[in-house]
């Protein structure tokens, strides 16, 4: 087997702690040999972790694809806004490219960089983790067997757990769609991906619905300062006082936002950053809740629904075919098979691990590998082209979102892209 080497733009929680860990764990696979991160305490805690020579640490991208190729491999895993530059350059300059979902906030650069990876006849895949995962796999095999017959309608909750919501999403990177993604896309992407993927069929056409209901100004507790160390009177009553949550049942979130995880680092860090602001005094944007209606081209119709207001962080789905019905909870790596004429349940559990996106992370990676080891120009399981129609999936949500549930054809919203490029 040869070992490839990589690059890593972007050393932040998924890059340094969901992708790069496989380079240490099967280093006979694996080498990263060069880093681009702006924040000087990560950047060093990667080189030292990862044996880097000091001078292949940069703190700009710019500067590593500057110079000629260094590695088999680009893995970018910059912020949302920060991918359509870089992964072109990669590209231009030869690398396989594994990207961070979603690939961009804008549709036309997400079809550029499809354009761009058939150009250079290289390997774009994006982290659409899900579909590498023991739970999906196995649902996704159920189907194809015929064991449910045709699919009918499928249903998928994504409950974003109301902890998570609030960390990610109000406080987080990814709470304001002006300098990330939306909501339907920055966190749900995947979900589009998967119902795509289920289905192996287009999608004709979507209409949502959806707010920012509660994370707001209007319901902050009276008196409620800035910051929650700063004195609020809700203290106690409160499910969002950050100090309680990162020092308490969060305190493994509290390691995406500082490497002093020590109480008093911890409470420094809250002091001066957006994860210590009230969550109703954020300059958040994004929705707090979502539904999306599909139709797919045999019919087939789908519903989504994300919501930030729930006590478990999962998936929970319903796959309603003509023979029988999937039921599912992805926490619970379980999912049960009904037969409509035999009455049976037959009930699947799946080995997969608690952390990393129920082994997907590393899987995704592992997959990757073996594609570009085997690389011939063919399109691999989350292919830039498989991705960007599920992305327009996302971004057809938003628009129609956005329009009072309008429905969207998606057909007439790809050519309405192509031709704006």
């Given at each position: 087997m040869k070992k490839l080497t990589a690059i890593l733009l972007g050393a932040g929680d998924r890059g340094a702690r969901a992708y790069a860990p496989y380079a240490i764990n099967y280093p006979h696979e694996l080498e990263i040999v060069a880093l681009a991160e702006p924040d000087e305490e990560r950047r060093e805690a990667f080189v030292e972790a990862h044996g880097i020579s000091p001078d292949k640490a940069y703190a700009d991208w710019e500067e590593v694809l500057s110079q000629s190729k260094l590695a088999d491999i680009a893995i970018i895993c910059t912020q949302d806004r920060m991918h359509y530059e870089p992964t072109l350059k990669a590209l231009e300059l030869g690398y396989h490219v594994l990207l961070e979902k979603p690939m961009s906030p804008d549709p036309k650069e997400c079809v550029e960089m499809e354009l761009a990876a058939k150009k250079h006849n290289r390997m774009l895949a994006i982290c659409h983790v899900l579909r590498y995962t023991a739970f999906w796999a196995a649902v996704k095999r159920v189907i194809q067997e015929g064991r449910i017959g045709r699919t009918v309608s499928i249903q998928l909750n994504e409950n974003v757990g109301n902890m998570h919501m609030s960390h990610s999403f109000v406080r987080g990177n990814w709470n304001n769609s002006d300098e990330s993604?939306?909501?339907?896309?920055?966190?749900?992407?995947?979900?589009?991906?998967?119902?795509?993927?289920?289905?192996?069929?287009?999608?004709?056409?979507?209409?949502?619905?959806?707010?920012?209901?509660?994370?707001?100004?209007?319901?902050?507790?009276?008196?409620?300062?800035?910051?929650?160390?700063?004195?609020?009177?809700?203290?106690?009553?409160?499910?969002?006082?950050?100090?309680?949550?990162?020092?308490?049942?969060?305190?493994?979130?509290?390691?995406?936002?500082t490497l002093d995880n020590s109480r008093e680092g911890i409470i420094e860090a809250l002091r001066s950053n957006d994860y210590g602001r009230c969550v109703y005094r954020s300059d958040n944007n994004v929705v707090d809740h979502q539904v999306v209606n599909m139709e797919f081209e045999s019919g087939a119709t789908a519903m989504f629904s994300m919501c930030g207001f729930t006590r478990d962080n999962t998936r929970i789905m319903q796959i309603m075919g003509t023979k029988g019905e999937i039921r599912g909870n992805m926490a619970n790596n379980e999912f049960s098979i009904y037969d409509f004429v035999t009455k049976e349940e037959m009930v699947i559990r799946v080995n997969a691990p608690a952390e990393g996106h129920g082994g997907g992370d590393q899987e995704i990676v592992r997959s990757f590998l073996q594609e570009v080891r085997n690389y011939n120009g063919q399109e691999g399981l989350s292919s830039a082209a498989a991705s960007v129609r599920s992305h327009l999936m996302a971004f057809a949500a938003e628009k129609s979102r956005l329009k009072q549930g309008q429905p969207i054809e998606l057909d007439a919203f790809y050519n309405e892209i192509v031709a704006g490029r």
């Open positions: 993604s939306p909501m339907i896309l920055a966190k749900s992407c995947h979900d589009m991906d998967v119902l795509a993927y289920l289905m192996d069929e287009p999608c004709k056409r979507i209409s949502s619905f959806g707010s920012l209901m509660h994370f707001n100004e209007q319901n902050a507790p009276e008196g409620a300062p800035l910051r929650c160390l700063d004195g609020c009177p809700a203290e106690a009553s409160c499910q969002y006082y950050a100090p309680r949550y990162y020092l308490g049942e969060g305190r493994g979130w509290a390691r995406k936002f």
